[in-house]
């Protein structure tokens, strides 16, 4: 079982930056693939992000050169740096693992945090 928790989220302008967090409990989380997901209002969850158990990334085309992905497994920790943020990426933003290598797919992970808020105004 693997529990995970989201932080950083927040208020910001367009163009300015945050930096999410998620701490996974357990003591294989190296073994895991860790991804991000966002949900916007009245939308489906959409891929953002992932990282392998191999340190491969994975983005979605909407994100790839300002937002950036990166674990430190020391610290069980999954990172998403968020650059350049524009309104529309304004959503929940969701923590996931899984160890099937689908990365793309909500099917392709097994534990879900509760998301945290990222807000961009324009």
């Known amino acids: 079982q693997v529990q995970l928790v989201e932080s950083g989220g927040g208020l910001v302008q367009a163009g300015g930056s945050l930096r999410l967090s998620c701490a996974a409990s357990g003591r294989t989380f190296s073994s895991y693939g860790m991804g991000w997901f966002r949900q916007a209002p009245g939308k489906e969850r959409e891929f953002v992000a992932a990282?392998?158990?191999?340190?491969?990334?994975y983005y979605a085309d909407s994100v790839k050169g300002r937002l950036t992905i990166s674990r430190d497994n020391a610290k069980n920790t999954v990172f998403l740096q968020m650059n350049s943020l524009k309104p529309e990426d304004t959503a929940v933003y969701y923590c996931?693992?899984?160890?099937?290598?689908?990365?793309?797919?909500?099917?392709?992970?097994?534990?879900w945090g509760q998301g945290t808020q990222v807000t961009v105004s324009s």
């Open positions: 990282i392998s158990w191999r340190d491969s990334t």
């Open positions: 996931a693992a899984g160890t099937i290598g689908r990365w793309y797919v909500r099917q392709g992970y097994d534990y």
